[in-house]
């Protein structure tokens, strides 16, 4: 393999010019957590072990500990589904709400980013804006626009 031309110019070897350089990347993502965060079954009133954001922090603690460069994302709809997911929205925009519970355990688990699913609007655009301003992450998200109503 010989030396690019760029390389070349600036004396630089085919060997020094073909050393590769790798990083191990570790992508962990959930979806559709919809306000699972407790290992509980909300219409049983039982619990369930091995469910939810709680269940899963377990385990995303050890994949990032067993890859130095990991990123944590999530799909979205996570914010409305469950009993929680309910009583979290109740008294939103008072000024002693205390923010949502779903975002407050990613934003303690140190997720890199997030997107927005459609059950994230299903409480309403006053919830979903309250919610993310509770976010430590950025939310990224396509064909979501305001339109001024007349």
Excluded at 27 to 51: K, M, N, Q
Excluded at 97 to 114: E, F, K, S, T, W
Excluded at 138 to 147: D, E, G, K
């Amino acid at each position: 393999m010989s030396a690019g031309p760029q390389d070349r110019q600036r004396g630089a070897t085919s060997a020094h010019a073909a050393a590769p350089s790798t990083l191990q990347l570790r992508i962990l993502c959930t979806t559709d957590l919809h306000a699972h965060v407790f290992e509980w079954d909300y219409a049983s009133a039982r619990p369930r072990p091995g469910t939810g954001l709680l269940a899963l922090s377990k385990v995303i603690a050890e994949a990032r500990a067993e890859v130095r460069n990991a990123i944590l994302c999530d799909n979205g709809d996570v914010l409305q589904g469950s009993a929680l997911g309910d009583f979290a929205a109740l008294g939103v925009g008072q000024p002693d709400h205390p923010g949502n519970p779903v975002i407050q355990c990613m934003n303690a688990l140190r997720y890199d980013v997030g997107n927005l699913g459609n059950h994230d609007f299903s409480l309403g655009l006053a919830h979903l804006r309250h919610c993310l301003r509770g976010t430590t992450f950025p939310i990224v998200s396509a064909n979501v626009r305001t339109v001024p109503t007349a």
